[in-house]
């Protein structure tokens, strides 16, 4: 069965750094571009990072551009959010995701874009 499943989320002060996880099953992991996105109460879900299939190309949203860092371990299946410098306005449902394409060629913030979904992890940042 095809599936992404979260870990590393919970509760931070701010200033502070989580990093999140996000482990694939049932596909090709090595050829798919991966996405991280959010959702916080009452707001859209919305794009944070993604990284080519091959991990040579990042793309952030500004809002995280400095603080995050996405990166992935194509042996071990793999794609991690690491979280630095949290803020409150950081809370939310984090969400992986893996790209529809197989090695699309220009990396994608748009969540149609993607068609593996997680189940996602909480991301709560206390002030």
């Known amino acids: 069965q095809v599936q992404l499943v979260e870990s590393g989320g919970g509760l931070v002060q701010a200033g502070g750094s989580l990093r999140l996880s996000c482990a694939a099953s049932?596909?090709?992991?090595?050829?798919?571009?991966m996405g991280w996105f959010r959702q916080a109460p009452g707001k859209e879900r919305e794009f944070v990072a993604a990284?080519?299939?091959?991990?040579?190309?990042?793309y952030y949203a500004d809002s995280v551009k400095g603080r995050f860092t996405i990166s992935r371990d194509n042996a071990k299946n793999t794609v991690y959010l690491q979280m630095n410098s949290l803020k409150t306005e950081d809370t939310a449902v984090y969400y992986c995701?893996?790209?529809?394409?197989?090695?699309?060629?220009?990396?994608?913030?748009?969540?149609?874009?993607?068609?593996?979904w997680g189940q996602g992890t909480q991301v709560t940042v206390s002030s």
């Open positions: 995701a893996e790209d529809s394409r197989l090695r699309r060629r220009v990396i994608s913030p748009n969540a149609y874009e993607y068609d593996l």
């Open positions: 990284i080519s299939w091959n991990g040579g190309s990042t």
């Open positions: 049932g596909r090709t992991f090595s050829g798919y571009a």
